[in-house]
């Protein structure tokens, strides 16, 4: 099976630095991906780790490492429109399946 | 970037309807669409994955019967749950898997609410 690991809930103060860990257990890893999904909305793809290492796209960064079946997402400057949920994913075979974390609620405060 | 509609965006029905959801890829061709079912303030649980012109493979403890998924065409799936109760009241969302290069990515469709009476 697989299983997820976040954090439930991080505040953080407007123009700060925050860091969203996610551990997993699973067969057939291929990759880990992440995903912002505001209240009542879809989720949107933010960021894809197939190999180890970091990758960086505009204030977010997302790191990943094999061995250590973790990785972790990284947001910088915040803004008070990043308040959502963020979930890590990790793709199995092929990419036909995708399978989520419990999610983590980031509250960006003044 | 590709956009996945989905149909309705809400429904309520009576207990032993049947409901039918559309999951579109508008711009693009989809051959792999997820659905997923979300409960409040949970994670997406992963139902099924429907590929274009083949059975769709669902999640253990996901009835077929219960949750038929049809994927006829390369740019629409549909899910009906049948004989709805209230437990199968629940938020569901589609996603269509990005094509080559990017299959990594998922494209969500706005999700439907559904609530049984």
């Known amino acids: 099976g697989q299983s997820l690991e976040q954090p439930s809930e991080v505040t953080a103060v407007e123009g700060a630095i925050v860091q969203i860990n996610c551990t997993y257990q699973?067969?057939?890893?291929?990759?880990l991906s992440w995903y912002q999904q505001h209240d009542g909305g879809a989720p949107t793809f933010l960021s894809y780790?197939?190999?180890?290492g970091l990758e960086e796209t505009g204030r977010f960064s997302s790191f990943l490492s094999r061995s250590d079946s973790y990785g972790y997402l990284l947001l910088q400057e915040l803004q008070m429109k990043d308040s959502a949920s963020y979930f890590c994913?990790?793709?199995?075979?092929?990419?036909?399946?995708?399978?989520f974390g419990s999610g983590t609620k980031l509250n960006v405060k003044p | 970037g590709a956009v996945v509609s989905q149909h309705p965006s809400r429904v309520i029905c009576k207990s032993g309807t049947s409901v039918k959801i559309e999951c579109r890829s508008l711009?693009?061709?989809?051959?792999?669409m997820f659905w997923y079912r979300q409960f409040p303030k949970q994670s997406l649980m992963l139902m099924a994955t429907?590929?274009?012109?083949?059975?769709?493979?669902?999640e253990q403890g996901v009835e077929k019967d219960k949750f038929l998924i049809n994927h006829a065409s390369l740019t629409l799936s549909t899910l009906t749950v049948t004989s709805a109760h209230p437990e199968d009241s629940s938020f569901y969302i589609c996603s269509a898997r990005g094509s080559m290069p990017n299959v990594n990515e998922q494209f969500f469709g706005p999700g439907t609410r559904l609530t049984v009476l």
């Open positions: 429907s590929n274009e012109g083949s059975k769709a493979t669902y």
């Open positions: 994913a990790v793709s199995g075979y092929n990419f036909n399946k995708f399978y």
């Open positions: 711009d693009f061709q989809a051959t792999t």
């Open positions: 780790n197939g190999l180890d």
């Open positions: 699973t067969s057939g890893f291929y990759g």
